[in-house]
């Protein structure tokens, strides 16, 4: 592994630090913090305030760039800039500025720093959060060395659109699910204080509706219900601000009309008025400048007017803010008393990450590469990451004793991909399948060939070496999927098949009668079902961080064994799209058995199934899980109350594994209608050979309640439950709430 230790912070620059560093303070209290912001408040002039509004890339340290920082033009850097450039820059602040107020670094820091951990849509396919609190951990510890305060992630954004090409980002399509993961994350990165030297500060991103992008198209606009808006979309970040969460960032999108970065309705009423959170809002890239051209605001002075108004803190890039914020208040079209609160919610921040203390003022470590125990959390999330969706006949695992293994695929190789989107972390640290299952299995019998140059290519030049290989072989693996670059931002799809020719030499490869296992890599669910139907088994690794080789290959190996579930459906073809498992039943639901099923006027397809190709919450194991007994503590819970709902969950296969128990309800009438099942809890266990364990879940009354509008109501009536290994499936019990 090749050390990435920045460029040591110059003699001279250390020695001024040390002699400014404070002796290490204990934190300070809420109300010395207003004291603080109120005392320097007081000394700062209107173009102080727009400085600390205003966030720019960090670029080169130039001469100009550092006079702007003496000048307090800047309140916050990011992306790019080495540690010791960053402490420099943060000396001028608080050293040479007027008021010596310091600066707040940002970075996407979106699945690790220098350990690339899983993509967060693969971490929420662990349903593991304290392993995610975990590997968020090391990535707030990594990040902080760098002098990086501050991570734009958390992305929370529900998805129920894999062409949308974010849906990597996201922790997939349900509220509980990304609630869960949503907190872990910030608790990782956050710590147990902001002011300790590892944490950074989270944010909480893109608020809001920026994953109901109409058509997947990224930036799209999103046509939100309130009821739907809060019950859904807004779950996780009202989780994460009861989590702590220090910021937040407002999307791109326009939602119902009215740009998300102007938004009062979802920025001032309901997270300030609502959920009283005090930390700051920054706008996504560019996002005031771009009310323009949404048709919000007229020009570049009412954009700042707009985004200020809406609730929009500090300004991402463009610089409206800064550009007009003096004149609008001048001609009284802004009221100061906006522009203040703005900038005490950025101040606030700043004192409470210590960054004016002894955390702005120490020299950063500068980057590390990742530590034994790092890359031991990444195994793991990798590992648990995994969804086995199909293992004919225990197709999986191979045998250790399998002679020889061609290995095959534009994905088998290819570090960069294996990392995914928003890759921190250098590739030439990360381990591909290919050479942890030489590692395993010894070079000599493990053999290669991409057949594809990479998961695009259209050409069929090198079928013929990866098909004589599989010949030759007593096994083959196929590397399939996406490549990084056709996920994340801006990189929506209209077609969700495999890309290139992998099909085809799907076909070729599946041809030689060899057993053929296919392990899918990609940044979205893709649609992959004639592959599936050659193959033994299907593993699905979407793109797994640095050490995801070696966590497939324990897995292909049976060291492991699978125990990811999906965090979202996976259809059988994009023209099922948009397809949940929590949607409603429609007044003519669909049935696959009886006498509906020849039904034509129901809600289905005349030419694909209205089922999902795997549902949500599914996945394999290398062993079988019986359920039984459900039982429900009562067959009545009040408004106010509680019960428990538990099954006896046994292992009922060969092999000891974790199996991801779910709890699921349905509300059966309501004054607006309820989803077909909605998960409300999820325990992993696990079990030995034989093993059997009762799971009890409480329920609580108020995980009943659902929005009407604005409110949050419990109706009595009554109430299905499922105890289950997927959404699709589990034994169901029933109970009455009532007041
Ligand atoms: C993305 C954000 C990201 C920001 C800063 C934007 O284009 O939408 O998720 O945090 O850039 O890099």
Known sequence: MKAMRNRPIGEALLAAWLAVAPQVMRAATPAEI????????????????LGQMSQALFGDLSDGRKEEIRRGRWGSFFGGGTAAQKAEAQHIALQESRLGIPLIYGEDVIH????????????????????????????????????????????????????????????????????????????????????????????????????AAEGGRDYNSTWIPENLLRDLYLAPF??????????????????????????????RQILRDEWKFDGFVVSDYTAIAELIPHGYAADSADAALKGIRGGVDMEMVSTDYWDHGKELIASKQLDPKLLDEAVRNILRIKFQLGLFDAKGRQ?????????????????????????????????LPLAQSVGTLAVIGPLADSPRDQLGTWANGPADT??????????????????????????????HDEFSLAVGLARRADAVVLFLGEEAALSGEASSRAYLDLPGAQEALVNEVAQTGKPVIVVIMAGRPLTFHNAAAKAGAVLYAWHSGTIGGPAIADVILGKAAPSGRLPVTFPRTVGQVPIYYNHLNTGRPPSETGPEAQDKFRWKYLDVSFTPEYPFGFGLSYTTFSYGNTTVSAPQMRVGGSLTVSAEVANTGGVEADEVVQLYIRELAASISRPVRELKDFRRVHLKPGEKQTVTFTLESSELEFHKGAQLVSEPGLFQVWVAPDSSAGLRGQFELVR
């Open 238 to 267: 009202q989780a994460s601000r009861e989590a702590g969460v220090a910021t937040y960032m407002s999307a791109f999108n326009d939602l119902n009309g009215v740009p998300a970065s102007a938004n009062a309705f979802i920025l």
């Open 430 to 459: 990360a381990i591909t399948p290919l050479t942890a299952l030489r590692e395993a299995l010894g070079a000599s019998r493990v053999v290669y060939a991409p057949g594809l140059k990479n998961s695009r290519d259209e050409s």
């Open 34 to 49: 207003e004291k603080k912001i109120d005392a320097l408040f007081v000394k700062m002039t209107v173009e102080e305030k």
């Open 112 to 211: 690790g720093k220098n350990t690339t951990f899983p993509i967060p849509l693969g971490q929420a396919a662990s349903w593991d959060p304290e392993l995610v609190r975990q590997a968020a951990r090391v990535a707030a510890q990594e990040t902080a060395a760098t002098g990086t305060h501050w991570t734009f992630s958390p992305m929370m954004d529900i998805a129920r659109d894999p062409r949308w090409g974010r849906i990597a980002e996201g922790f997939g399509e349900d509220p509980v699910l990304a609630s869960r993961m949503a907190v872990a994350m910030v608790r990782g990165y956050q710590g147990d204080s902001l002011e300790a030297a590892d944490s950074i500060a989270a944010c909480a991103k893109h608020y809001a509706g920026y994953g």
């Open 363 to 395: 020299p950063p470590a500068g980057a590390a590469p990742p530590t034994a125990a790092a890359l031991e959390t990444a195994r793991k999330l990798a590992a648990e990451s995994l969804v086995l969706l199909k293992n004919q006949n225990g197709a």
